[in-house]
């Protein structure tokens, strides 16, 4: 029992963890976080879009991330390194932001919806779905759901670690709206599954 209760207590400061950085790195282009712990240290891979602004002037801004982590949630020496994200389009929580962007900006959701599916595969991942819920259109109107994915997208077992997924929400003024992104990225290996060369919809490549 004491097994698992700190089993979920990691899990929960990892998750705490990762929600801080979210906010804390948001203008960095935060997109994930790795955290392995040892007996010795606590290794936090950070995955940003601009490694500069989390290390900051002479390592200021790291040093500053690692002692906030270390008194907050009481990790044992935290030791931060910065991972710079080489494509965009296969980070989940980017793509979701930049969904929720758009949306605020009163696109069509649809419109939308295609052409960053339709991106996200020519980046070459092997299979993505985008998931938008939400009051859609104008005020008034009922809230609805669109889900569309393209490719290979595993539905449960424990192949679903073998796929990324990030969640963001939109604040048009008609009411919020919920976005998650899965991307299975490029080689990943499925042990049950031969992956074929993946034709796109026609509905996808007309967008």
């Known amino acids: 029992m004491a097994i698992e209760k700190k089993f979920i207590d990691d899990s929960i400061i990892k998750a705490n963890i990762s929600k801080f950085l979210s906010k804390e790195l948001s203008r960095a282009g935060f997109s994930r976080v790795e955290i392995q712990k040892t007996p010795v240290l606590t290794r936090i891979t950070v995955h940003v879009l601009n490694p500069g602004k989390v290390i900051g002037r002479a390592g200021k ?21 910065v991972v710079e994200i080489d494509n965009k389009m296969l980070e989940p929580l980017l793509v979701a932001k930049d969904i929720a962007f758009k949306l605020e900006r009163s696109i069509n959701a649809r419109k939308i919806l295609q052409m960053t599916l339709k991106s996200i595969i ?53 009411g919020a709206i919920g976005i998650k992104v899965r991307i299975v990225p490029p080689g990943t290996k499925f042990p049950d599954r031969e992956m074929k060369v993946l034709e796109m919809p026609k509905s996808i490549m007309n967008s």
């Open 61 to 81: 801004t790291i040093d500053e991330l690692t002692d906030a982590i270390k008194k907050r949630f009481n990790v044992n020496n935290p030791q931060i390194s």
């Open 122 to 174: 020519e980046n070459g991942a092997i299979g993505t779905e985008i998931i938008i819920s939400g009051k859609l259109a104008a005020k008034g109107a009922r809230a609805k759901t669109i889900r569309k994915s393209v490719g290979y997208m595993p539905k449960a077992g424990d192949v679903m670690n073998l796929v990324t997924e990030g969640v963001a929400t939109a604040y048009p003024k008609y």
